[in-house]
């Protein structure tokens, strides 16, 4: 099973086949252009003409050194780091040498500039990999172990001890009921009590959440309907735990438990292409709604999110007057079991 | 209240399993304090209705429930000639169980243990009016607002006024009346108290009257030598104008076009 502790955000090299770490790239090199641009030229005016001038000659060898670095990724990150952050740097002095001489060949290019190319490309690449292993730092295992634990979503005590008071209820009428509704409860709670950074399968998530339903209606009876639209979505697929009950919890308490009639909440699972789409919709009534704390799970995944895949994956919140709708891609990757 | 009859109580929650365990706890208490339960309700709203026809000695309300909340109950039951007691129950409520302990109310934690039940059932007595402040400042605490109906005793019997309906409140000489699309109600409030409560759906036209913001339609100016009003109020639903005092004439067009 994968787990966080090879996550992206805390190894020194970052993951090159990221959206986020490309992004990264690109502004980082582009803004060291952009302020070699400054000290090259002696007035403001100059300043953009010089920078376009060099993006000419930095962009290609940027994209290249991206293509490169995506290819190689895997070999990359079986280095030793340092090892790896030394293959890099060769590997980006070789690139821009080649691409010197090739420019020069073509007769756009300076010649015997190679060796100037070679040592800013050096440098380059040396600034941005010391920002990728400070920033890795910030997200260093512990911490971002830590963060997790604080983050990941706790079992509403309202839920807990209604539930607990709904079994007591069972008991003597209902016993098997009762057996039932304790076993789900304690999965729930496992779910919640197990390590933050081990990631699980969709199917498990969705059973999860299935559970924690049943509790629900429970307690809450007709009140609570729930339409599953499922499609074909791969259910091997490994996902950072609890991403989806919280917010399922989150309209059961906002949407569905002030309302006296109750109400019927969506949730819709679906695969387009690379991304896995997940949403939640639930009824509201302004009139009728819990006061506070719908957006302490929100930031909550949405921290968690950010803290496992970068800019790859978004969370958004549609309201009309009448539903509340949470939205969540997740990059749908093929993760090796 | 009577020892040797059977308490006669009301159940109000609105997860029907949690007024399961209420019975089955009043029944393992009934040698020692024997009671009948006469009514379940679902909330608030529902109790109430019950108790427009049946007479109780308690009610074991729950707190947060949809329609009408058991602090808003409570409150409402206050208002009548012979309340009931009131004992509340609630499975997790920070605020209001500590806000209960600091002010000596009673409250039963869910779920409930029989001995519990039976000391707060032998206690139990009416609200004070002391308490009674009490309890409409929890509530406004955890609803994050006002109540949601407000009272009006016509002829003995309690008419519940659904404040999302009401268009206005206008303080004549003695009472304040609220006005609905269909009618109007005469309540026993202060415009002050009113105002406070409710200042997030209500704005002050006029020394007498309260408009709710979403009601206005527009406003007209009076003729010059009108004394009574700088200018008047036109509203959705009913025909009849209000007046707007100067003081308040700016501050009302600007709640219009928002």
């Avoid at chain 1, 609890?242 to 906002?254: F, K």
């Avoid at chain 2, 365990?21 to 020692?32: G, K, N, V, Y």
Wanted: with cysteine.
């Amino acid at each position: 099973m994968t787990s966080i502790r090879h996550f992206p955000a805390s190894y020194p090299l970052p993951d090159w086949r990221n959206f986020g770490v490309m992004l990264r790239l690109l502004l980082g090199a582009n803004l060291l252009a952009l302020l070699a641009a400054l000290v090259q030229t002696p007035t403001l005016a100059g300043w953009l003409p010089r920078y376009v001038e060099m993006a000419a000659l930095v962009e290609p060898l940027l994209l290249l050194v991206l293509g490169l670095l995506a290819g190689l990724r895997d070999v990359l990150r079986r280095l030793p780091v340092r090892i790896g952050q030394a293959g890099i740097v060769l590997l980006v002095a070789l690139t821009a040498a080649a691409q010197q001489l090739f420019w020069a060949s073509l007769g756009l290019a300076e010649n015997h500039g190679e060796l100037r190319a070679i040592l800013l490309a050096i440098s380059a690449s040396i600034v941005l990999l010391a920002y990728f292993e400070l920033r890795a730092h910030a997200f260093s295992p512990a911490q971002a172990e830590a963060r997790l634990v604080a983050l990941n979503a706790r079992i509403r005590p309202h839920f807990l001890f209604n539930s607990l008071n709904a079994v007591l209820s069972l008991i003597r009428a209902q016993p098997q009921k009762a057996e039932a509704a304790l076993e789900s409860l304690s999965d729930l709670f496992r779910a919640a009590m197990r390590d933050p950074a081990e990631l699980i399968t969709l199917s498990d998530e969705i059973a999860l959440c299935r559970q924690y339903l049943d509790l629900e209606k429970l307690r809450l009876g007709e009140r609570l309907a729930v339409d599953w639209q499922i499609d074909a979505i791969p259910m091997e697929m490994a996902i950072p735990p609890l991403m989806l009950q919280p917010l399922i919890e989150n309209a059961v308490y906002h949407g569905i438990e002030p309302q006296a009639e109750g109400g019927v909440m969506v949730i819709a699972i679906t695969r387009k292409q690379d991304e896995l789409l997940i949403a939640i919709c639930n009824p509201t009534n302004a009139a009728a709604e819990h006061a506070k704390g719908n957006h302490l799970a929100l930031s909550n995944i949405r921290e968690r999110l950010a803290l496992y895949y970068d800019l790859e994956a978004r969370l958004d919140i549609q309201t009309t007057p009448n539903t509340y709708e949470v939205r969540i891609i997740l990059p749908c990757r093929q993760t090796k079991p | 209240m009577p020892t040797n009859e059977a308490l006669r109580i009301l159940l109000v929650d609105d997860e029907p399993l949690a007024r399961a365990r209420l019975r089955e706890l009043l029944d393992d208490i009934a040698s020692e304090l024997p009671s009948e339960v006469i009514g379940e309700a679902v909330n608030g709203l529902a109790a109430l209705e019950f108790l427009q026809t049946n007479t109780v000695d308690l009610v074991l309300s729950d707190i947060r429930m949809p329609g009408m909340d058991g602090i808003e109950l409570a409150g409402h039951l206050g208002g009548m000639p012979n309340p009931p007691a009131v004992v509340f129950t609630t499975a997790y409520d920070n605020y209001a169980v500590q806000a209960f302990a600091l002010n000596a109310l009673d409250y039963l934690l869910k779920p409930v243990r029989a001995q519990r039940l039976l000391t707060a059932l032998q206690k139990a007595r009416p609200h004070q009016v002391q308490e009674q402040a009490t309890l409409a400042e929890i509530g406004q605490k955890i609803r994050g607002g006002g109540r949601t109906h407000l009272a009006c005793n016509e002829r003995g019997r309690l008419l519940l006024v659904p404040v999302a309906e009401v268009l206005y409140f206008k303080a004549d000489l003695k009472y304040v009346t609220a006005r609905t699309v269909d009618r109007e109600f005469l309540l026993d409030e202060a415009l002050t108290h009113l105002e406070e409560e409710f200042a997030d759906r209500f704005m002050r036209l006029h020394r007498a009257v309260l408009v709710a913001k979403n009601a206005l339609a527009g406003f007209e100016k009076a003729a010059g030598d009108d004394a009574e009003a700088y200018g008047w109020a036109l509203l959705r639903g009913v025909t009849e104008k209000l007046p707007v005092s100067r003081r308040q004439w700016s501050a009302a067009k600007a709640a219009l076009i928002s």
